[in-house]
């Protein structure tokens, strides 16, 4: 399974800010839309993405209040990113291993998407349960007689 089907699932909304709008702006659309990050977009390209994370740590060192704290200065200007041939697996390394919930997708310069820890695990609960479900239906499906012929052979 690749990050593309995640996407192809997920759908294509997506939220963006400029890094020179308010914190407390994009801190609004967060709340107001229920998301957890935002990309952040500069001259049309990725410049970095704000989480929930980087919101709350940047109130803690600002006394507990937002005040006029812009999106640049609190970013993550270095994100991790993926594209959309990336397997989950290494999808799954890679955000556990930089402790990242939210990962932007890229082909080329191109944006495609936004994926978080919980879409992956999400794709690999479903990949599991649809398994199982094969599996079930195999073994519940298996014909009579093969378990002795398959002794017989020694298998």
């Not at 702006?25 to 967060?30: E, F």
């Not at 410049?47 to 812009?70: C, H, K, S």
């Not at 990242?100 to 879409?119: F, H, T």
């Not at 999400?122 to 599996?135: G, I, P, R, T």
Request: proline residues 3%; charged residues 25%; contains cysteine.
């Amino acid at each position: 399974m690749k990050v593309d089907d995640i996407l192809r699932v997920k759908g294509n909304t997506l939220y963006t800010v400029q890094p020179d709008e308010p914190l407390a702006k994009a801190a609004q659309i967060m709340a107001d839309k229920d998301i957890g990050s935002l990309v952040v977009m500069g001259h049309g390209e990725l410049v970095g993405m704000l989480t929930f994370r980087e919101v709350i740590v940047a109130i803690v060192n600002n006394g507990g209040e937002i005040g006029n704290l812009r999106v640049g200065t609190v970013m993550d200007d270095h994100p991790l990113t993926c594209t959309s041939e990336t397997g989950l697996d290494e999808v799954r390394r890679m955000m556990l291993d930089r402790h990242a919930r939210y990962m932007p997708v890229m082909n080329q310069k191109m944006l495609m998407g936004v994926i978080s820890l919980y879409d992956v695990a999400k794709a690999v609960v479903d990949s599991q349960n649809f398994e199982n479900k094969m599996l079930k239906a195999y073994i519940r499906d298996w014909p009579a007689g093969a378990d002795e012929e398959s002794e017989a052979r020694g298998l």
